[in-house]
C-alpha cells in the first residue's frame, strides 16, 4: 500500500511520525559530517528538500531529539557502520546542541522592518532556550543579555546574538554547537527587489562575521539559499567557508529526487505507464555531473494529484525573475526567444551573484537564472584566455517543459489588462487587416510601452525593451503555426522580426510575415515617413532572402513597417 503524501510538510519528525512518503536521504548527514568543513554553504533551487534536509539534520544532532532512535530507524544512516563494525552515527544522534533558524519569512519591503523581523526570529530562537535563565552555567549579565533580546534590540546586539547563544549553549551543556541556517538569502533578495541592500547588506555581514568566523564555540555550521552571494557583499571575512553550488559535484542527489527514485515512487504509486509523461515535464535538473535529477515539489504533487501541471513554477510570484526577463536590455530578451525556441545559447557563469550588477550585467542576470533552476547545463568548457585567466563557458538551455510552461505564462501576463487587445492585434496580424493592427496596436503601446522600458531611459530612447517583449509574447501565442526569429541576418542586413510559417504535411497553410520596427528621427516630419522608410529597409536589404532560399514564394511573404514615436504607433 502507497503511503500517504503529505504536501507542503518539511518537518521531518512530523513526516516520519506520520509515516508520509519520504525519499530517504539520510545518506546526507554522514556525507556532510565527514567532509568537516566549518561552515558550509549550500545553493539549491527551491522547493529542493533544502528545508527538510535542514530539519533532518536538526532532529538527528540535536540534544533535543538524544533517545528518538525511531525518527531514523529503518534508514541508510542508521545502518552506517564504521570500519571496525560499530555502528557510529546512532552514537552521536542528539549529542550536539543545535541552533537551528529560517531567514524565509524575511520578506519586507523596507529595511527596518526587514531587520525587525530578523530580531524577531532571533527572538524566538532565544525562547526555545528560556531554561538558560535558571543555568548555573551561566553569570547574571549573561542572563540580562537574554533578556534585552526582542525585535527592536540594538543592531549591534542583534549582530552578536548567535554568537552569544552559541557560547551560552555551550557552557550549559559543555560541548560546541552546530548551527543550521536556512534560506540565508531570501533577506537579500527582498532587499534587492525593494532598494535597501546596502542597509542589509551590513546588517547580515556583521551578524555572519559573528556568528561563523569569528566564534570559538562552533562546532560546525550549515547554510542553505538558492543563490551564491558574492564574497565582496556578505562572505567578505570568512575564509573558513565551503561552498557547494548546483555545478559543484559534492552532495549532488542529496538534494532533489533522482530518476530511480522517481520512477520507484512511480511503482509505489501504481503510476508506472506514466513514466515517460512525467520525464518529459520534469526531468532536467544536474547538479555537478550528476543528470537527470528531479524536483520534488512537482513529483510529491504529481504523486497526490496523479497528473501533470506547473506545480514547481507555481509555488512563488517567480517577481525577481520576471523583473530581469521584462526589463532586461535588448539582449537578455533576445537569447529568451531562443530558449523558447528550445535553443541553447553559451555565456560565461559567475556563481558568486552579485545583486548590484543584475540591472546592468547580462552574466549576472543567466548565472541567477542558472542558481535558481531556470536553466541548466547543457555542456560546458574550461579554458584560460590569451591574458592568463581561467574562464568556463557553459551552454544553456530553458530545464524542462514545466519551466518552458511556466515562462510562456509569465510572458502572457506581461500584457495584463490589455491581453485582449493584444491577441485581437495577432488576429488581424493573422488576417493582413492594417486598419485593425494599427487600432489594436496602439492600445496595446499606450499601456505596457514604459512597463517593459522600466524608466532606466525614456520609451524613446530605448524602444527595444518594448520590441522584444512584443516578440516574446509573439512566440508564445504564434509558436504552433511560426517559427519566430529576431535580430538574425538575411539578405544585406539583419531584420527585426520573421515569422517563418510552419509546414503541415508538406502544406504551407500561413503566408510569412517580416516586421520592422523604426523609430521617427527629427528628419522625418510625419510618422508615415518613419513606416514608409522600414519598408524601404526590408526591400534595400533583402530580408526575404531566407525565406525565399526555402521555397517560399514572394506573394506569400508580407512585409509591415512599424513607426514608432513615444507611444504612438503608425504601421504600414
Known sequence: MARIVGIGCQDFEKIR??????????????????????????????????????????????????GRSELFEGLAIWQEKSPDGDYKYRQIQGTYPVIALSFAKVKETSYENAKKKICQIIRTLYNQYDFLLDS????????????????????????????????YLMKHYGKKVIILLDEYDTPMQEAYVNGY?????????????????????????????ITRISKESIFSDLNNLKVVTTTSDKYTDCFGFTEEEVFSALDEFSLSEQKQQVKDWYDGFTFGKKKDI????????FLDERKVGTYWANTSSN????????????????????????????????????????????????????????????????YTSEFGEWKQDYELELTNFEVKAMFRGMIRKWFGSVYADYTDFIKALLLGDIRAMNIYMNRVTSEVFSYFDTGRKSSGEEPERFYHGFVLGLMVE????????????????????????????????????ILEFKVQDEEEKE???????????????????????????????????????????LIR
Request: proline share 2%; charged share 30%; glycine share 6%.
Open 319 to 382: 517577481s525577481l525573475v520576471g523583473k530581469l526577463v521584462r526589463e532586461g536590455s535588448k539582449n537578455i530578451k533576445e537569447t529568451f526567444e531562443r530558449l523558447l525556441q528550445g535553443e541553447a545559447v553559451c555565456t560565461e557563469i559567475d556563481e558568486q551573484i552579485v545583486y548590484d550588477l543584475l540591472d546592468s550585467d547580462e552574466q549576472a542576470v543567466w548565472s541567477l537564472l542558472l542558481a535558481s533552476g531556470y536553466l541548466k547545463v547543457k555542456k560546458y568548457e574550461t
Open 17 to 66: 511520525v506520520n509515516n508520509n512518503f519520504y525519499v530517504d536521504k539520510t545518506g546526507f548527514i554522514k556525507e556532510w559530517w565527514e567532509a568537516a568543513d566549518d561552515v558550509t554553504l549550500i545553493t539549491r533551487p527551491r522547493r529542493f528538500g533544502k528545508t527538510l534536509n535542514v530539519s533532518m539534520l536538526e532532529k538527528f544532532f540535536s540534544v533535543e531529539y538524544a
Open 478 to 513: 504564434l509558436t504552433d503555426r511560426y517559427v519566430i526569429t529576431s535580430n538574425r541576418e538575411s539578405g544585406f542586413g539583419r531584420y527585426d522580426v520573421m515569422l517563418e510559417p510552419r509546414i503541415v504535411s508538406g502544406i504551407q497553410k500561413n503566408d510569412a510575415i
Open 197 to 225: 541592500w546596502k542597509e542589509m547588506v551590513t546588517f547580515i555581514r556583521g551578524m555572519f562575521n559573528a556568528a561563523f568566523k569569528s566564534n570559538p564555540y562552533l562546532e560546525r555550521a550549515m547554510m542553505t539559499g
Open 136 to 167: 548555573e552555567k551561566l553569570n547574571e549579565n549573561e542572563k540580562e543579555f537574554c533578556r534585552n533580546i526582542s525585535a527592536n534590540m540594538e543592531e549591534y546586539i542583534a549582530t552578536d546574538s548567535l554568537n552569544a547563544l552559541s557560547n
Open 527 to 569: 510618422l508615415s515617413d518613419t513606416a514608409q522608410e522600414a519598408l524601404r529597409q526590408i526591400e534595400k536589404r533583402n530580408y526575404q532572402a531566407n525565406l525565399v532560399a526555402k521555397g517560399i514564394p514572394e506573394e506569400r511573404i508580407r512585409k509591415y513597417g512599424f513607426a514608432f514615436c513615444g507611444k504612438k504607433v
Open 294 to 301: 528531479y524536483n520534488p515539489w512537482s513529483i510529491i504533487n
